[in-house]
């Protein structure tokens, strides 16, 4: 379509996991669909993230009401792809190191039991050594997460783009969007590098940039870029069986602080290799190597498992989560400018949430009432906020 007009009910911008998400689900309701991508398939956050999905990290809110119905997308709408995207449920083991910290744990999930998310509560360290023989006999406690899953997210990108495609949906990679076309009081096409695209629904899926794509429209987003490490140790007999992480985790998650900060989660891989994590800081799209941060996330997955004290690392990478400041993701028609809509800011939770959000939004694209209220996630609350 170089240099013509194309047409479509939905265009999409980014070729992330939630760009790809919501591209099936809207083909697949019959909307005609394209993807435009200014690089390649997940070559932004998806590429470079460890393909969460947790239930166990998600204070009561929105956000938590969003991830239980994700799981069951995951588990229940895609059930017979699972084997493309290696979705495993290993389960995840939440650890606190001290009786204040267990105390939290303990009252946070009561609350999340009355949702119903299944959760046991692990106060001796028989009980942590059952699960994770190598678990740090020094922890206070835990919390068992029987549902926390994980998919190799580029897999699942790449996936969930094909079987867009084969319900009739057009990618273009190598794509910039650089204009949003608006027409009495409306969106209605992205001008692009090669050529127009008009559309009754443009959906910005753009990850950490998705700011500037709505600036293009003249709509503030305040979706920011915050930084973060993971480490990949050499492949090692020491076998870490579930994700397990700190439960200051959740904290910083919710956090808007914009220094460095520093919580231990620590997985093991098929292969052998064990993934140490994370870190969070907000340094723009500065991709620059942080010794600080690489130096404190050893550091603190040693105090989960001090048998990984001599064991070399093999590389580091970071990636920039999509950070809005009041911790929720925009989700749906921006009431500011009808005919935009936008799936953006998930953070760290996108791969986890990107199928929900995905068959949400080709429920309200097509009118019809959608399976979670939407309203809390609506962009247009974000008018006038900037991040802490």
């Known amino acids: 379509m170089n240099g013509s007009t194309a047409r479509a009910d939905v265009v999409i911008v980014g070729a992330g996991v939630v760009g790809a998400a919501t591209a099936y689900f809207a083909a697949a309701a019959g909307l005609s669909t394209i993807v435009v991508e200014r690089g390649s398939i997940a070559s932004g956050t998806s590429s470079r993230c460890e393909g969460n999905i947790l239930v166990s990290d998600k204070e009561v809110g929105p956000e938590l009401e969003l991830s239980l119905y994700s799981q069951r997308v995951w588990r229940e709408d895609l059930a017979e792809h699972a084997a493309l995207w290696e979705f495993e449920s290993k389960g995840g083991l939440v650890v606190a190191g001290s009786t204040a910290s267990m105390s939290g744990l303990v009252d946070l999930v009561a609350h999340q039991r009355e949702l119903g998310i299944r959760a046991e509560i692990i106060d001796d360290y028989a009980g942590l050594r059952e699960l994770e023989p190598y678990i740090n006999p020094a922890l206070a406690g835990g ?9 190799q997210p580029l897999l699942a990108t790449h996936h969930l783009l094909r079987l867009a495609r084969e319900h009739g949906a057009q990618l273009h990679t190598g794509t910039t969007v650089h204009g949003i076309r608006t027409s009495g009081g409306r969106a209605v096409g992205v001008d692009t590098s090669i050529g127009h695209i008009s559309a009754g629904a443009i959906v910005n899926c753009a990850g950490p940039w998705s700011g500037e794509i709505a600036a293009l429209a003249g709509v503030h987003l305040p979706v920011l870029p915050r930084r973060g490490f993971v480490l990949v140790t050499e492949p090692v007999p020491v076998t870490v069986h579930h994700k397990v992480y700190a439960a200051e985790y959740v904290g910083d998650v919710a956090s808007s602080d914009a220094g460095l900060q520093v919580s231990p989660v620590v997985e093991g891989t098929p292969s052998g290799t064990i993934l140490l994590g994370a870190s969070r800081e907000r340094v723009g799209f500065d991709s620059s190597f942080s010794a600080e941060a690489v130096a404190r996330i050893a ?10 004290r001599d064991v070399g690392v093999q590389r580091a990478y970071s990636g920039f989560r999509p950070y809005c400041p009041d911790h929720l993701p925009a989700i749906g028609e921006d009431g500011r400018l009808p005919g935009l809509w936008h799936a953006a800011g ?27 209220d939407l309203a809390p996630f609506r962009p247009d609350r974000l008018e006038g906020l900037v991040a802490a």
């Open 346 to 372: 998930h953070e760290g939770a996108g791969v986890g949430l990107s199928v929900g959000t995905g068959k949400l939004l080709a429920q309200a694209l097509r009118a019809e009432t959608t399976d979670l």
């Open 299 to 308: 550091k603190s997955g040693l105090g989960l498992f001090p048998a990984l």
């Open 143 to 151: 919390a068992f997460y029987p549902d926390d899953a994980q998919v």
